[in-house]
């Protein structure tokens, strides 16, 4: 079974730090991909970063970066020099090839960015 | 210009009515998606699209009714729906099915 564990309903983080949020994941396909999406208190899903699973390097976009460690099925997104604006949910998903493309969620994660 | 537009963003709906959720992409992508999302909680997918065919019904039930006519338009066709029905609807796309998938702004449905 396809399964994304976020272990932090939530988190807050001090304007300009840094801050790691928390994916593993547990699928016995080969090929899949893991995103992040940023969803704000308007309730639109942004698209922040994609990795997979046959990438060797770590993807990056802009201040975000995905720490993925295969042998340990985690993915977890950092977000360098928060911005008041990174307040948001955040979740992280999966899908794989052999469940037709099918975009799994976590729970989601509550990022709170205190000035 | 957004990538995925829907439309209404609001609707308000007694049980007894029919009504549509419309859903346009301009990026050109395959596949089309749609999501609920209930309050507080990760988005459940509904149906997916992969170049029109519908390859995914999630056991939604039968008063939700997807169309896809074209891979650019989708709609959502609700009739009878229940007040436990009342959630964000989220559609989505992708250039393929394991793709990056982009959001519209979603409708917020409210079943009276």
């Known amino acids: 079974a396809q399964k994304i564990t976020q272990t932090q309903p939530g988190m807050f983080v001090q304007e300009k730090e840094a801050v790691t949020l928390d994916c593993t994941y547990d699928t016995s396909d080969q090929s899949y991909g893991l995103f992040w999406y940023k969803q704000p208190s308007s309730g639109e899903m942004i698209f922040l970063i994609y990795q997979g699973s046959y990438d060797e390097q770590n993807a990056t976009e802009g201040r975000y970066s995905l720490n993925f460690q295969k042998a340990r099925k985690s993915a977890n997104l950092v977000i360098s020099a928060s911005q008041l604006g990174d307040s948001a949910m955040y979740f992280c998903?999966?899908?794989?090839?052999?469940?037709?493309?099918?975009?799994?969620f976590g729970q989601g994660t509550e990022l709170s960015v205190k000035p | 210009e957004t990538g995925v537009t829907q439309t209404p963003r609001h609707l308000v709906m007694g049980m007894t009515n029919k009504k549509s959720l419309k859903c346009e992409q301009h990026l050109g992508h395959n596949a089309m998606y749609w999501y609920k999302q209930s309050a507080k909680k990760p988005l459940e997918l509904m149906f997916v699209?992969?170049?029109?065919?519908?390859?995914e019904n999630n056991s939604v039930p039968s008063r939700f009714s997807p169309e896809c006519p074209n891979s650019s338009h989708l709609f959502l066709h609700l009739h009878t729906l229940q007040p436990e029905d009342s959630a964000l609807y989220l559609c989505a796309s992708s250039q393929a099915l394991v793709a990056p998938q982009h959001f519209g702004d979603g409708t917020r449905l409210s079943i009276l």
């Open positions: 699209y992969n170049f029109k065919e519908q390859t």
């Open positions: 998903a999966m899908s794989t090839y052999n469940q037709g493309g099918k975009l799994i």
